[in-house]
């Protein structure tokens, strides 16, 4: 992910399909491992994720979406916000709640399944964001979406321990990219720093308003770089899960801002010229003000760090 980012390949499907097929190798069952995890390493299919939803954002533990077992299936109904790519993805993993648990269904029970996006009772509408991180987005209205038992993923009612696994993944490889990303972002700025003359003979970069910046975003990437390997590191290592979350936590924290300053200093070395749509400098700036955002918020990604790693209280 990070070389095909520092290329300028923001692939975002292949973090999601990662993810999801950790989430599977995890908490199984084996069917769906034989069956998924080799035609995602290969990159022969794309899963997409739906646990978003508008009114509860980042709060999964207010998800209304249900997953509701009946018979021989699962039916799955509610709403989904900002699914990406489920126009490429053979399955898409919903999180939904499972009725029934606690006082007025509003239990901490949880159910994820893998559903067919082309099932009959899903809607999909396509949400105008400009195919951020190189997929199409879509809001997902689901209508009591039969899917056969054997599309459980993990336990009935253990949903979130799918989504555990499923995170770490999804925010190694995020950093991963958005380490990428900045290394393009500070290679478009040398280009620039080194071949634009303005003022006298030397180019532009002699000027260290502009060349104080890259020197120091190079540092930065240099050692935001030994974090991200060091927990990709740990995470194959089969290091405790808690650590491998602090780590990949800390690194989507560093990269994401890291990403935003070099794509925010790559525009202002290329000034003007960044303005060309035909530069692609736009929508590398809009996706690197995404990385802060998505796929956890910064301030969701500290709060993380503050209450899970250094034992700070909650508000909550
Ligand atoms: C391009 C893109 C693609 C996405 N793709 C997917 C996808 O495929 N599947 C999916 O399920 N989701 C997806 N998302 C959703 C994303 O991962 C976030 O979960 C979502 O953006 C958060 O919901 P929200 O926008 O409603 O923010 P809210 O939850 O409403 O938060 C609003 C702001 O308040 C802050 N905030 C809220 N609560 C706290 C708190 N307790 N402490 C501190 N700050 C707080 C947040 O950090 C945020 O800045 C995508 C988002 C984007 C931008």
């Given at each position: 992910?990070?070389?095909?980012?520092?290329?300028?390949?923001?692939?975002?499907?292949?973090?999601?399909?990662?993810?999801?097929?950790?989430?599977?190798?995890?908490?199984?069952?084996?069917?769906?491992?034989?069956?998924?995890?080799?035609?995602?390493?290969?990159?022969?299919?794309?899963?997409?994720?739906?646990?978003?939803?508008?009114?509860?954002?980042?709060?999964?533990?207010?998800?209304?979406?249900?997953?509701?077992?009946?018979?021989?299936?699962?039916?799955?109904?509610?709403?989904?916000?900002?699914?990406?790519?489920?126009?490429?993805?053979?399955?898409?993993?919903?999180?939904?709640?499972?009725?029934?648990?606690?006082?007025?269904?509003?239990?901490?029970?949880?159910?994820?399944?893998?559903?067919?996006?082309?099932?009959?009772?899903?809607?999909?509408?396509?949400?105008?964001?400009?195919?951020?991180?190189?997929?199409?987005?879509?809001?997902?209205?689901?209508?009591?979406?039969?899917?056969?038992?054997?599309?459980?993923?993990?336990?009935?009612?253990?949903?979130?321990?799918?989504?555990?696994?499923?995170?770490?993944?999804?925010?190694?490889?995020?950093?991963?990219?958005?380490?990428?990303?900045?290394?393009?972002?500070?290679?478009?700025?040398?280009?620039?720093?080194?071949?634009?003359?303005?003022?006298?003979?030397?180019?532009?970069?002699?000027?260290?308003?502009?060349?104080?910046?890259?020197?120091?975003?190079?540092?930065?990437?240099?050692?935001?770089?030994?974090?991200?390997?060091?927990?990709?590191?740990?995470?194959?290592?089969?290091?405790?899960?808690?650590?491998?979350?602090?780590?990949?936590?800390?690194?989507?924290?560093?990269?994401?801002?890291?990403?935003?300053?070099?794509?925010?200093?790559?525009?202002?070395?290329?000034?003007?010229?960044?303005?060309?749509?035909?530069?692609?400098?736009?929508?590398l700036y809009l996706d690197a003000r995404a990385a802060r955002s998505a796929p956890i918020s910064q301030e969701l990604a500290l709060n993380f760090i503050a209450q899970h790693v250094l034992g700070l209280p909650s508000h909550r």
């Open positions: 992910m990070e070389e095909l980012a520092a290329q300028n390949l923001i692939l975002w499907m292949p973090v999601l399909s990662a993810a999801i097929g950790h989430a599977i190798a995890e908490v199984g069952p084996d069917h769906q491992r034989e069956r998924w995890l080799p035609r995602i390493a290969c990159g022969e299919t794309f899963l997409a994720l739906a646990v978003t939803e508008p009114e509860r954002g980042h709060n999964m533990l207010r998800t209304q979406t249900t997953v509701r077992k009946d018979g021989e299936r699962f039916l799955v109904s509610g709403l989904k916000a900002v699914t990406s790519g489920i126009d490429l993805a053979e399955r898409v993993l919903v999180f939904g709640r499972t009725p029934g648990e606690g006082k007025g269904g509003a239990g901490r029970h949880f159910t994820t399944v893998l559903v067919d996006p082309d099932a009959p009772g899903i809607e999909r509408e396509e949400l105008p964001m400009r195919w951020r991180e190189g997929a199409r987005q879509f809001q997902l209205t689901f209508n009591d979406v039969e899917v056969p038992l054997d599309g459980l993923v993990g336990a009935e009612g253990q949903g979130l321990l799918a989504l555990w696994s499923f995170t770490q993944v999804e925010r190694l490889m995020s950093a991963a990219l958005c380490l990428g990303n900045a290394r393009y972002c500070v290679n478009r700025a040398l280009d620039r720093a080194t071949q634009r003359t303005i003022f006298g003979k030397q180019p532009i970069g002699a000027e260290q308003a502009i060349g104080h910046p890259i020197a120091h975003l190079h540092a930065r990437i240099a050692a935001t770089q030994l974090l991200v390997y060091r927990a990709a590191a740990r995470f194959d290592e089969g290091a405790d899960t808690g650590e491998v979350a602090a780590q990949a936590t800390m690194a989507k924290v560093l990269t994401a801002d890291l990403l935003f300053d070099a794509a925010d200093h790559a525009m202002q070395t290329l000034c003007a010229q960044a303005w060309d749509e035909r530069e692609g400098m736009i929508d």
